[in-house]
Structure formats: C-alpha cells, structure tokens
C-alpha cells in the first residue's frame, strides 16, 4: 500500500521542480575558500554558521574520538538505516548509530531511532563490551565540549549582533580571543543560550565513498557527488543549534587551492554544502571539512538555509550532536500515555477480558489514539529494524517488552468497546457518539497495519515471498519485483521484523490483526444511527 505524500512533502518537491525549472541547463554559483569574496560572503549571508578548525580543539579530544569512532565501526554497531521517503523503503548511503540521553529517540524520514544510552549519572545502562562503554563515554564527553563551544558561539553571535558589527570571524582558529558574556547580558539569555545547546542526542555517521556504486550529483550547483542530500536537520527543538565534528580517516592533507586547472571544490575533499533555501541569487558555500573540523548552525540557520554533505575520497565519520524534540520521543512520554489509555480499564478477568469505568467519546477516543501511537510510533518502529539495538547494549528491550505488554491490553480495551458497541439496549444516540470517536482511529489502525505489514514483506527474501504469492495480488508480486534487492543487501541481525503479529484464530488475542471486517461492521452500524 503506497502512502499518499504530506502537504509539506508535496510542497518541497514542488519547490525543487521549480527551482530546475528556473535553472534549465544552467548551475547556480558558489563559492569556496579559493575565491576572493568567500568568507565577506560567508558573513553577510552566513553568519549563524561558523567553523571551528581542529587545530583549535584539544589534542587528547581529538585522539578519543577518532579511536572511538573506530571502535564503533569495527565492532559493527553503524547500520544503514531502511527509511520511507514518497511511500517508498530506501537504504541510505550512510551508516548511522544513535548515542544519547537514556529513553530518548530522534526520528527522521519517517524512521524512529533509539539511542544507545551515554553514561550519564543514573544511568543503568549495560554495554556488550568495555570498548562499546568507552566509546559512548567519549561522544558524551565530546558532547559536553561542544556545548560549552556551542554557548561561546551563540556569546559571540549576540555580542555582534547587539553591536551591530561584521568583525567577528566566522572561520575561528586557536589562536582567536574568546569573546565573553560580559554585563550586557541577562540571566534569560544565558538560560536561553544554554538550552539551546542543551544537545540531548548524537547521530554517528560514516560512509566510504569508494564501496559506493552510485552517489547523487548535487544538482543545483555542479558541486559533484554527494554523500548526503540537501536538507534541513528534522524534528529539532526551535531554534536550537546542531554541532558536529567531522573525522575524514585519510586521505589529502591539504586542499589544492593553486591548482589552475582545478575549478570549483577539489572532489578529493569532503565537504559540507549551504544554501539560501529556495534562493537562486545568493551563492552557495562548500566549505572544506578537515581532520577533526567542527561546524556549529546556531539560531534559526536550520530552519532558514539547507546543508548537504559532498563527497571525498576517504572514508569520514562525523557526529553530529542535536537538541531533538523529545516532547513526544522519549520512553517517559510513552510509558505515560500507556498508563493514561488503562485507566479505563476497571476490571481484569483471569483470561484478559476487561470492563471499562467510562463510555465517554473523549475517553474512547484518546484511548484508541493512543494505542496506534504505541503500536506505530514504537512497537513496529522498534522492531522493524530487526535486531540490531542488541550490537552494543540490550537496554531497550525489557522497556519494549513493557510497553508490548501494555499495548496487548488496549486490544482487550478496544475489544471491550466493541462489545458495548454491539450490545443490545443501548440507545442510537450513545451509539452514535461512540461509533463517532473510534472509528476513525480504528480505520487508521488497519491502513497502517496493512502498510506496515506489506512493507516487511516487500523486505523478506524471495523464498518467503514466492511461498505467499498465491495469496497476493498483482500489485504486490510487482512490488516484490521491485523491491526484493532491499532483502538481499541487509544482514540477518538488520531483517524486518513485522511484531505485533498474530495469525487470524489466535486464542490469546481478543481480536484479528486484521481489521477489515471490523472496519466494515462499525460503519454500517454508525449508519444506522443516522436518522
């Protein structure tokens, strides 16, 4: 079942097709450290972007990180992610792994990912190996320095906005004097400016160019391949910066700055690209990411420009350290919205069935909405990904298994307003109001299960595919056709698990995985209530 795209994803593919449109043939500008008029550039139309040169971060930092970043990756724990873009499964070119705030997730093209939890004090998490420990302890110290950079930059950022001046660099070296806080400063503005630095996650990448078959070319400038798309950083606190501290494993030294003949970016590098969004007046930027460079976007620059990362030649790491909105992403917020959905649970027999304390359409209604948040939002986001959080820790799977638990419940709550629903005595008016409140959220419960249902399939090898081809419609087998290479380049551990599931006649669950039938039945009865 193909997803109808959002508003807001037909809106910026409307956009893109625009902005080709206007080109035609032609590239857009850019710039970078060779030309002249780079870094005026960089200050007038990029000031909220500035870059920290490695020789200005600590050597002993340095030397952690790198050895963590290695750590990692030779211990498997990077995983390209299998995200849905347009109604569609796309493996991505980077490899990623998620570090963070215990119980926290960060979800990005349509894709939820859990963290492996940092040492933070009262943790309790338990690592497969010491080295896997190590490692997370380091990101969670590289996490402490960037926010204290991250708070100097936004110090630096306001004291020149507040003087109204173009002098302080944007490009900061070693041997820059610190610009401090000073009396012109409040108490609110430096909470403000510490949580917005208040980085709560770190997104690990890594990618080697040279194991890619195909790279995109960037397509507005002829900045040359492209490791990660243009885009704006999803689902982050407003306004909150991003840092990210980049590690090209070898490669050239030094760019080709003198080379005559070179034009443009030197390919051999990697770079990081920004641009205006929707902007084809002002040129873009590709600034050049040495060993151990750090970048920080400050203030509404996310929101108001886009990036994307340009390819060089040697393998790169990179963490980039982000203020994700967790209001609606952490273990906390769901556990408690669980609770929220049982507390209309009044009795339990010994079999699961339950009676509710009210028949409320408000109560009904946020009941049901909540169990297709914990089923879609966390269960099948969970396990989707396989077995792949076992890597470094297991520390998510007793929560998961918790909130199966409490999930499996809220289909004896929905089967028990079923049951109301049905009974006889009830009058058209109360039926109706109740009809009302579920059904839509019902109806929305089995278009995603079956979404979710087809796109495990769509990723199973052709063996077990061929085996329920019988069963399936056209559509589907041409579906398989299409998407079976998906399968065959994932590991075992990284295979689609489709859970929650449960074949049709399970005695231990009160109702069927799929709703059609249900579906159907409560919309001939909400017409009957219709006078």
């Known amino acids: 079942m193909k997803r109808t795209p959002t508003a807001e994803e037909r809106e910026r593919e409307a956009k893109k097709l625009r902005l080709l449109e206007e080109l035609e043939d032609t590239w857009l500008p850019y710039l970078t450290p060779k030309d002249d008029e780079f870094y005026q550039q960089w200050q007038l139309k990029y000031p909220k972007l500035i870059l920290r040169e490695a020789a200005s971060v600590p050597e002993l930092l340095h030397k952690e990180v790198q050895q963590a970043f290695l750590t990692l990756h030779e211990r498997g724990c990077l995983f390209r992610d299998l995200v849905r873009i347009q109604g569609k499964d796309l493996l991505t070119p980077v490899s990623r792994i998620l ?13 939820r990912l859990f963290t492996v939890p940092w040492p ?73 400016m510490k949580n917005r630095a208040a980085y709560n996650v770190t997104l690990l990448n890594f990618m080697d160019p040279q194991k890619m078959p195909y790279l995109k070319e960037e397509p507005y400038f002829g900045m040359g391949k492209m490791a990660v798309s243009w ?21 050239p030294e030094e760019e080709s700055e003198d080379d005559p003949q070179l034009e443009g970016r030197d390919p051999d590098i990697w770079h990081v690209g920004f641009k205006i969004s929707w902007d084809i007046e002002t040129p873009g930027l590709a600034i050049p990411l040495h060993q151990g460079d750090c970048y920080f976007m400050l203030d509404d620059l996310n929101a108001t420009h886009q990036h994307c990362v340009l390819a060089g030649l040697p393998p790169r790491f990179s963490s980039t350290h982000r203020v994700a909105e967790c209001s609606t992403g952490t273990l906390e917020y769901i556990s408690q919205r669980c609770q929220v959905a049982l507390q209309n649970v009044r009795d339990e027999a010994d079999n699961g069935e339950i009676s509710l304390k009210s028949l409320e359409s408000v109560v009904l209604k946020q009941g049901e909405e909540i169990h297709n948040e914990v089923e879609f939002e966390w269960l099948r986001q969970f396990w989707f990904q396989g077995s792949r959080h076992k890597k470094c820790t297991d520390w998510w799977y007793q929560p998961m298994s918790q909130l199966e638990e409490m999930w499996r419940k809220m289909e004896w709550l929905t089967s028990a307003v079923l049951r109301e629903v049905r009974r006889e005595g009830i009058s058209m008016e109360q039926k109706n109001e109740m009809l009302t409140s579920i059904l839509a959220a019902i109806t929305t419960r089995q278009n995603l299960r079956r979404e979710w249902h087809a796109r495990w399939k769509l990723n199973q090898p052709k063996e077990l595919r061929e085996k329920e081809k019988g069963t399936e419609s056209t559509p589907h087998r041409r579906a398989f056709r299409c998407q079976s290479r998906i399968a065959r380049t994932l590991p075992a551990d990284q295979k689609p698990e489709c859970r929650p599931y449960w074949e049709k006649g399970d005695p231990s669950m009160p109702l069927p995985f799929d709703l059609t039938e249900i579906v159907s039945e409560l919309r001939g009865l909400l017409l009957e209530t219709r006078p």
């Open 99 to 111: 570090i963070g705030n215990p119980g926290c997730t960060y979800k990005y093209l349509n894709t």
């Open 231 to 251: 885009h704006h950083d999803e689902n982050l606190v407003d306004r909150s910066a991003v840092a990210v501290y980049s590690y090209s494993c070898e490669g």
């Open 120 to 192: 933070v004090k009262g943790s309790d998490a338990k690592y497969n190996e010491a080295e896997i420990a190590a490692a997370c302890q380091t990101f969670l110290k590289l996490n402490s320095y960037l926010q204290v950079e991250t708070i100097q930059a936004l110090e630096e950022l306001a004291a020149k906005e507040k003087a109204n001046i173009d002098a302080v660099p944007v490009c900061i070296g070693p041997d820059f004097p610190r610009v401090g806080m000073g009396s012109s400063f409040d108490g609110h503005d430096e909470i403000d």
